[in-house]
């Protein structure tokens, strides 16, 4: 099993641009999350989903959307990127909702100039 | 919505030290608290985990403590070696379908 795998690693924006984080795993689990780590901040709950056709808003939702269309994929969509969304984004899945544990992807490290 | 807070941000020990990090949270049907270990650049990795009809749990030299009326849990690590120096999260469950960190913390071990 790869696990979760993120794309791209690295991702470097204008103000403005717009782009996706990928997200798949390949564990059949029907819970998967993203979230952004901001030094300091640890780490804050952008979306989740439950299930495919199942979104919902994390902590820190604004300027993101989501979408779920298939168990496997959880795409994380930024439609006008600002300097203030430069971070790390983890996705995470699960096999148990918030309730168990959380398999995180490597990471995507985006700068917005 | 949940409140994780977490102490010490920084933690110094010398190896062999024991070292605690602490959290508290605010929902009281919480009833997830998991810890992961973050080494530099690298992703959250869990160490370890305890439920709510449990107090203690242990795997080695790693051990957690939960107390549901204060509301608030810590990490043990007994004998620290360096390579346990890494970044150290705590979490809450709420609402079941929400997972909340607590800040992190930084935990240096010196040989």
């Known amino acids: 099993n790869a696990g979760v795998t993120q794309t791209p690693k690295f991702q470097v924006l204008k103000t403005g641009q717009s782009m996706t984080l990928q997200c798949a795993q390949d564990?059949?689990?029907?819970?998967m999350s993203w979230y952004r780590q901001d030094p300091g901040m640890g780490l804050r709950l952008i979306h989740y989903s439950v299930g495919a056709g199942i979104t919902d808003q994390g902590e820190v939702p604004n300027g993101y959307n989501v979408s779920r269309s298939t168990t496997e994929d959880f795409p994380l969509r930024l439609l006008s990127a600002a300097p203030s969304q430069t971070s790390v984004y983890f996705c995470?899945?699960?096999?148990?909702?918030?309730?168990?544990?959380?398999?995180f992807g490597n990471g995507t490290r985006l700068t917005v100039t | 919505g949940e409140n994780v807070e977490q102490h010490p941000s920084t933690l110094s020990v010398q190896e062999g030290d024991s070292a605690v990090i602490k959290c508290t949270y605010s929902d009281s049907a919480s009833n997830y608290f998991p810890w992961y270990k973050q080494e530099l650049g690298k992703r959250p990795q869990l160490i370890i985990d305890i439920r709510s009809n449990v107090g203690e749990k242990k795997d080695q030299r790693i051990a957690v403590t939960l107390n549901k009326t204060a509301k608030h849990f810590s990490l043990h690590i007994t004998e620290t070696q360096p390579e346990d120096s890494a970044v150290y999260f705590c979490a809450s469950n709420t609402g079941f379908q929400k997972l909340v960190f607590g800040t992190g913390t930084r935990l240096l071990v010196s040989p």
């Open positions: 995470a899945s699960s096999f148990d909702r918030a309730q168990g544990p959380l398999h």
């Open positions: 564990m059949n689990h029907e819970y």
